[in-house]
């Protein structure tokens, strides 16, 4: 029996089917090699995948720089096969209870590494997971709840998609067994278009469960615009930039005051990089919803190190430039509507009359806009123009709502709902419409949401949100004017697809999506600490499960309801809830200790 | 930690606040002393303090207080509740195998009461109607109520923490036997000249508003050197006062450099004890290093001011001055609480007046917005007089002891009075 049967026999002992596949698979993924030091290395399109001088001392460092991070009780799965030097070494270095799990989308890989790498003494205490990307997330979920995915970055690159697709789809298992309670400190922006979209995040992770403690700056808007009125611009930006670095302190004294699981910052949250150091010093994980063009906003790449989670509006060359730059966590996270918010409405006879058109445009005076706007005018039917920064609107003036008054939410769900056609272009500082327009803007969630029918411009990452059965899309301003003819004459092909767009909305893309899907990722990248909590492990029935060597800790943790999330705090509070003659118990003393100790703030600001 | 391992019935004092305090606490530690002589005495101060709590007569051993170490613990609890009890529980294992008969517990502070019901099950002083219970025993109330109004309080703080230990004053005047060290040669070859005269300087405080500005150092030191023969002013302080220390220097006329020896964060807080011993005079603010000095037994010349009052909080024992700024007897006046204001400090400093105490000059003229005040002791503790004659408020100490120990004058005069074996008032 040669090695590579021998290695067959000793998975068919594990799994027989697997043992099965592999022999009706062909290798030829890897070319194999002799390291320098003799043992067999792998490379594949011109890459290696283990060192070319020694890969067993490689493995080795490997295996000690992951298991650094590894917390007991944690289930952890490696992404990346090569040769599975770095699985063995893992292994070796694990206590023997510890699960270890190797995903494998692609046999053939496996099979080059059978045919040159022995299993044997180690390798049936590993278990390997194979199949397609959807089912492997399943079998990983099911088997485990503390999940820490460990990388071994060049052997993952060979089958780069498959992984990021099983990833994606383990979050999203985890993300449905979530029962945990996180304490999220929210930190808006003290003016802007993204002020309400943190306040939609903040409703949708209440709506999910979630303590929220929201530090909303825009309560010092008043005070930061008056700021304008400096004449001298240098002044006036030193000062400006002087207030919004007491605000990054006054976020920091709310999370000394009660210290969050997770800071969440929302675009132009005014939080300096000495403020981000501070809370990485003390240990507070934070996480930023970056919803700007990162083309045209570029501050990011002064932050990109402060914030432990980048969540992105746009795919791949933004998470490439964020990651370039040096961020650690980057994930691509579209915007979203609010339900409760956006919704159809009926609107009074007033509302209707002021508010409601045939066609109308929400927006801000983009260059763009200005351009093709115009063509809607003077055409079959009634076109409303509304938003602000339209001075200097020349023929668009004449339909100009409210003197070009900043729209609130309220009434913009109503415009919508008192639109025909709901025209949505996206913002460009240039003509037409942006080449480079990938994202999509929150104005499309919205209106679908409303149950609105739109017309939009074409956006590279549309497609994988809405289709061409919920909303008209034009991929030229040419296209814009037919479009909209077509469905005005259309009512009832309008209802039908607005309906579809909110249905799909409701489906998976409310602020609540967007928020188990942040958390989830940011609980699959520390198991130990997000992950724990969502999965519930700090609620009082699971501490109880696994105070088995504290008894006396299991008669307080008994007085608490099963699922609520206990902290040495809540523990603390519920003793000095006892009556003031009680005679404390140890163990009673020492928690109130550590409460105390646990306040201290002194070296916080 | 040290582990506690004894099978004799064992006392703990707990003092769990800065230098200053633990030095106004050895009076109270003295009383214990006398009070029960058989009994073994064990003190729990800050780690940074353990090294001079070694040098207390009659402590056999002082247990650290790690508060870098219990900060850590308690953040251990930010991963798994279980993890964290399970390592508090065993940091803590090591205090339990013999429990103190009592416990002494001299401040108001959640940590400290907690920590006096883990050493023991008897507890005297703050908590000891319990860790959960606020009321407070009439010592500790007053002392609560003289931190926010001080009204005519005329009791210092270390006879309020011997009365919290349910002791009198002390027979014997407290003091500390400083060790026998080798200093560094430069300031070992100066502290031991016999032929010098040895002025130490304090130049730090615990709060910035208790700091005497750099120029009036450099005044007092100019003024010495001009006034005394043979004088050099010893700067004392700790590494944070390092750029005071320089800025005296570099202020200074080259001819009066050789008239200072600069200690300041040079020495640990033995190494100031000794240097201390050999000093004839120490001037300074109301700051641990003075109380220190007095412990010691060196004569001491305070300089109170800010937040600092004499009555309180002066060198404990006799012939030591104070010289009070009005600054905080301007907001008593007026019936306002000065802890919630800005204090006043002083516009002009008593320089040269310092100087002809420490000459021995016996007429001293009064300087403008100071008072001074020398320092005396009878049955009632520390009181302090401005002039030949005590004030109606020192004599009505014995009233305040009488009611905070819940004891009838009768009881009182029954009480031996200042006999080897001080009386327990509790």
Known sequence: MNLFQKNVELLRRQDPALAAQILQTAGGILSIQTAKSGVPTAVTNNRTIHSAYDPLSEAERWADHQIENCQSGETLVVLGLGLFYHVEALRAKLPQDTVLIVVMPNLSELVDGLSVRSLDGWGERVCWVWGQAESLASKVAHQAKRIRLLTYEPALMIHQKEYETFRSQLRDQLAKGVSGRLHIMVVGPIYGGSLPVAGYMVRALEALGHRVSWVDHSLHAPGYQNLNSLKDDRLRMTVQQRFSDTLGVISLAHVAEDPPDLVLAMSQAPLSMAVLEQMRRKKVLTAMWFVENFRHLTYWQQMIEGYDFWFVMQQAPCVEAFKNAGASHVSYLPLAADPTLHQPVTLTREDQLELGSDVSFLGAGYRNRREILPFLLEKEWSFKLWGNEWDRAGVLASVLQRNGARIDTQTSVKIFNATSVNVNLHSYTGSGFDPDGDSVNPRTFELASCGAFQVIDHRSLLPEIFDESMMAIVRTPDELVPVVRKYFHEPELRRVMAEESRKRVLHSHTYAHRMQTLLSTIGLACPDRIGSILQGDRQAEALLARSQDCPELQTLLKTFPKTDRVELVDLANAIRQKNPETQLKREELLILMMDEYRQEKRDFL | ?426
């Open chain 2, 1 to 426: 930690m040290p582990s506690i391992s004894s099978d004799l019935p064992r006392t703990l004092i707990i003092q769990l606040a800065r230098l200053g305090d633990l030095l106004q606490s050895l009076p109270a530690l003295f009383s214990l002393r006398e009070q029960y002589p058989n009994q073994i005495f064990d003190l729990l101060c800050p780690q940074p303090l353990v090294v001079l709590g070694e040098l207390f007569p009659g402590i056999q051993q002082t247990i650290p207080w790690n508060g870098e170490d219990l900060h850590d613990l308690a953040k251990g609890w930010d991963g798994t509740l279980t993890q964290g009890y399970s390592q508090t529980a065993e940091y803590f294992s090591r205090f339990s195998a013999n429990p103190y008969s009592v416990a002494y517990n001299l401040n108001n502070h959640p940590r400290s009461i907690l920590a006096a019901h883990l050493f023991s099950e008897r507890v005297v002083g703050a908590g000891d109607f319990g860790p959960l219970n606020e009321r407070r025993p009439p010592w500790v109330d007053y002392l609560r109520q003289v931190a926010c109004d001080r009204g005519d309080n005329r009791l210092h703080l270390a006879d309020v923490f011997c009365g919290i230990c349910g002791v009198r004053p002390p027979v014997v005047l407290p003091s500390l036997e400083p060790p026998d060290l080798e200093l560094p040669v430069d300031i070992g070859r100066i502290v031991s000249n016999a032929s010098l005269v040895k002025i130490g300087i304090v130049l730090g405080a615990g709060d910035a508003d208790r700091r005497v500005p750099v120029g009036i150092w450099k005044e007092l030191i100019e003024a010495c050197a001009e006034h005394l023969p043979n004088c050099v002013c010893v700067l004392i302080g700790g590494p944070g006062e390092r750029e005071i220390a320089m800025a005296i220097e570099n202020h200074l006329s080259a001819i009066y450099l050789s008239r200072i020896l600069n200690c300041v964060g040079r020495t640990s807080l033995p190494e100031l004890a000794h240097i201390f011993n050999r000093c004839q005079w120490v001037v300074g603010s109301d700051t641990g290093p003075l109380h220190l000095a007095v412990a010691c037994g060196t004569r001491v010349i305070g300089w109170y001011f800010s937040r600092a009052r004499v009555h309180e909080t002066g060198p404990y024992g006799g012939g030591h001055y104070v010289w009070q700024h009005q600054g905080v007897d301007h907001f008593e006046n007026k019936g306002i609480t000065p802890l919630n204001h800005e204090p006043k400090l002083p516009c002009s400093w008593p320089v040269v007046e310092t100087v002809e105490l420490i000459q021995g000059q016996g007429n001293i003229k009064g300087v403008s917005e100071w008072e001074l005040w020398t320092s005396h002791r009878d049955d009632w503790g520390a009181f302090f007089m401005n002039g030949e004659r005590s004030d109606s408020l020192v004599s009505q100490r014995k009233k305040v002891w009488e009611q905070l120990a819940g004891l009838s004058s009768k009881q009182y005069l029954e009480l031996p009075q200042q006999t080897s074996n001080a009386g327990c008032l509790l």
